[in-house]
């Protein structure tokens, strides 16, 4: 494997040192080569490093040691045990190995990272106050740089303080700016799909789709309830 590598090597030094004098021939000495087979020659290199890599990709010649196997609960509980009070040997034997608790709910939930109230402050602000949610293209990326905030921790607040995938949070907001402005007397200046990108939509297929969503009802059927 080591002489193929060296010989791949060798070529390609070989094909740069013909570009090499190519250059230097047409640049200083005004000098053409009639037919130019550097591309050709880089392409059958490539080929040949193609076919040593394609002859790697072989899983046989991979192979994996299992690791070894743990000791025995009686090897492990009398391993200093002249160290141990008769008390705590007796509960090493097997006979007298005690279960070991299962992961309870209240556990697991202790357990969890905490969400951290500045940041969910932060993101319900740049939603509520500063009304982001009118970008039709936002992202979670786009949030990111408008809070200052990362996206992982972004991504974790939305799902763990309120409750919602960041697209869900994010319609949620606009679906409920498109009926906050239905109830208004100037809903009339504007067609339905003209208020939905007003509101963050960015086309009627999809305003439609996550209007009933949320609403269980149509645009058209909410806005003649209204």
Not at 54 to 75: I, N
């Amino acid at each position: 494997m080591l002489l193929v590598l060296l010989v791949l090597l060798v070529l390609v030094g070989l094909v740069s040192l013909q570009w090499l004098l190519e250059v230097v021939l047409r640049e200083f000495f005004g000098l053409y080569y009639k037919y130019d087979y550097s591309t050709e020659l880089l392409g059958g290199v490539v080929f040949m490093i193609g076919i040593v890599g394609l002859r790697q990709a072989d899983m046989r010649a991979v192979s994996f040691v299992p690791e070894a196997a743990p000791a025995a609960p009686e090897t492990a509980a009398f391993i200093g045990a002249g160290a141990l009070p008769d008390s705590a040997v007796s509960l090493a034997r097997p006979g007298n190995a005690s279960p070991v608790p299962a992961s309870t709910p209240d556990t697991l939930a202790a357990a969890a990272p905490a969400v951290d109230a500045a940041v969910l402050a932060r993101i319900r602000r740049a939603l509520e106050e500063e009304r982001v949610y009118l970008n039709p293209t936002l992202t979670l990326a786009e949030l990111s740089a408008h809070t200052g905030l990362a996206p992982r921790l972004i991504s974790f607040t939305v799902n763990q303080g309120f409750g919602q995938s960041f697209n869900d949070l994010i319609n949620s907001y606009r679906v409920a700016e498109v009926k906050r402005r239905l109830a208004t007397p100037d809903a009339q200046r504007l067609t339905l799909l003209g208020l939905a990108l007003e509101c963050g939509f960015n086309s009627k297929t999809t305003f439609n789709r996550i209007f009933k969503q949320f609403t269980g009802q149509a645009p058209r059927e909410w806005s003649s309830s209204e």
